[in-house]
């Protein structure tokens, strides 16, 4: 089909309005839109599209959007084809010619039968819904999406959530329901968590130095190397490093050591050892002085 709007429907004088295009943006608009119609003839129709829509945006003319309309739905943008045809009628109303209001209907009716109407239900809040890369509006949707048959994914996007995904392969003329249910993003652990807990137990804790009470004890740490000490009235005195992971829950039993008996201990025999063996090494040599005979060491005179 040629796209047969004339570019002086958009240079032609209109009713004045607040914001009427200068001349300079008319003849851009006009230039514009007649290269979109080479370019459509042509069936470059991603760049068609491109230039009716800068035409469009120059000079908001309705009559634009039939070139625009037309042309997605050569580009399989369905939903988009739908929304701008029926703008094309809206806002054109009594001025859109018989013929031309017949051939936008029937544009509308051969899209109904080519694409597959797929519902789109987002849980939640509102929803960017995204359809092969595309965005499609944001939910709740105001009808179902228009798609092509054939494969297609289509996701909820919404900031601090992961994006729900679903791929779905539809065909002409099926309806579909979807439901789509981004998911809370979890967030990075920052700290971790350390119960702590004494063999025996009711020993006193400390941790970095700073008391915590009577075990078992549970809390929330940062990352990092942690000084534990436990002491325990009759119980030598124990000191423990931990080393915390963000995101780990540990658990740490502190180990007592029972004190040592005090027969066990070094300096209960060392010291009387010592004391006895001088004694014994004193007496010997005092008995040798006492009964050995003296040794007499002969003296020669010369004379």
Do not use: C
Request: no cysteine; proline share 6%.
């Amino acid at each position: 089909m040629r796209l047969a709007l004339a570019f002086l429907l958009l240079i032609s004088p209109s009713i004045a309005r607040a914001e009427e295009p200068s001349d300079k943006a008319k003849e851009e608009a006009a230039v514009r839109f007649e290269r979109g119609i080479k370019l459509y003839e042509a069936q470059d129709y991603a760049a068609a599209l491109a230039e009716f829509e800068a035409a469009y945006k120059l000079v908001p003319r309705y009559q634009v959007l039939f070139n625009v309309g037309v042309t997605q739905k050569r580009l399989f943008r369905y939903n988009d084809a739908v929304r701008a045809l029926r703008r094309y009628l809206d806002e054109g109303g009594e001025k859109v010619p018989a013929d031309r209001r017949e051939l936008v209907e029937k544009e509308l009716g051969e899209i109904r039968a080519l694409v597959a109407e797929v519902t789109v239900k987002v849980d939640g809040m509102p929803a960017e819904v995204d359809v092969d890369g595309r965005m499609m509006g944001e939910s709740p949707l105001s009808g179902p999406l228009l798609l092509a048959a054939g494969h297609h994914t289509l996701r909820a996007i919404r900031d601090g959530y992961d994006p729900a995904e679903k791929a779905i392969d539809v065909v002409s003329g099926e309806k579909v329901e979807i439901a789509l249910s981004p998911k809370l993003k979890q967030r990075a652990p920052t700290t971790a968590r350390l119960t702590l807990a004494t063999r025996p137990g009711g020993a006193a804790m400390s941790l970095d130095g700073k008391f915590i009470g009577v075990g078992p004890w549970s809390g929330t740490l940062q990352p990092g190397g942690h000084e534990v000490r436990a002491s325990l009235k009759g119980w030598q005195d124990a000191k423990q490093e931990v080393v915390l992971i963000a995101g780990q829950e540990r658990a740490v039993t502190i180990e007592l050591v029972p004190p040592t008996k005090w027969y066990k201990r070094w300096y209960t025999w060392t010291i009387p050892i010592v004391v006895i063996a001088g004694a014994v090494l004193g007496g010997y040599y005092g008995w040798r002085a006492t009964n050995e005979a003296p040794t007499f060491v002969p003296v020669s005179y010369s004379k």
